[in-house]
């Protein structure tokens, strides 16, 4: 799927260092209408920490935040608006997923990935998916596959746009509600983890461009079309087609 890119300008210094275009939607800076009383405390936290998260999430695919750069809280806090507490939280949950890794003293360093641990997540990925894609395709009727016809187009729609942090958001939505037909919870969980890491920048290597997006995009809406004809052929050669690509 998409790799992020540095974009230009200027870039911050190894620990305090905060990129200078990551966005965060207004509602997690902390500010509020003149006369209106901010919400409680504990839903105003949690409700920041979040939005804090999602838009270090985007920034991460679009490459804004640079593999191997350490970014310290108090600076990312600054750039926000926000005190370093839920930016440090939202950095927490990353490390914990293995987007960052936690520098003592100085902050959170972006994990370096190569083109190896793009193929080794998407092997992982079609071992788990591709049987029971592939046992869907035998047992759910066309119109269980229809109605996943809007989330297909929706891709189509922002991949249209060239926005890899919304397209990496819908491509996962996609694939949460195929698999979310199996029943198996604890497999929607762990594939969308998987595909989460494989969104990931690497080191190196071109940036996603409109047309990769789109090339991507089209592939679920062919692949649906075979769902509905129950031609298992198709469905196998796209499925293994999708991963292939190593960003499916």
Aim: proline share 7%; hydrophobic share 45%.
């Amino acid at each position: 799927m998409e790799q992020g890119r540095a974009r230009e300008g200027a870039r911050p210094h190894a620990s305090p260092g905060t990129p200078p275009d990551v966005r965060v939607p207004e509602q997690a800076r902390g500010e509020h209408t003149h006369g209106e009383p901010p919400a409680p405390r504990g839903v105003q936290r949690h409700s920041v920490r979040g939005q804090i998260l999602d838009a270090l999430r985007a920034a991460l695919v679009d490459g804004e935040l640079t593999p191997g750069h350490v970014y310290s809280a108090p600076a990312l806090g600054a750039r926000f608006g926000v005190s370093a507490t839920p930016v440090r939280e939202a950095m927490q949950q990353l490390a914990a997923e293995g987007a960052v890794e936690v520098v003592p003293n100085r902050g959170f360093r972006v994990s370096e990935r190569g083109p190896r641990d793009l193929a080794e997540l998407a092997e992982v990925r079609a071992l788990l998916e591709i049987p029971v894609v592939l046992r869907l395709a035998r047992t759910v009727p066309a119109a269980g596959w229809c109605a996943l016809r809007p989330l297909a187009d929706a891709t189509v729609a922002v991949a249209a746009l060239g926005d890899r942090a919304g397209y990496a958001e819908s491509d996962r939505a996609f694939h949460r509600a195929v698999l979310a037909l199996s029943g198996n919870q604890q497999l929607v969980t762990v594939a969308d983890d998987l595909h989460r890491r494989s969104q990931w920048p690497l080191v190196s290597g071109p940036a996603a461009r409109r047309a990769d997006l789109l090339a991507d995009a089209s592939q679920h809406t062919a692949l649906l079309d075979a769902l509905i004809a129950r031609d298992l052929a198709v469905v196998q050669s796209l499925v293994r087609e999708h991963f292939n690509g190593a960003d499916g």
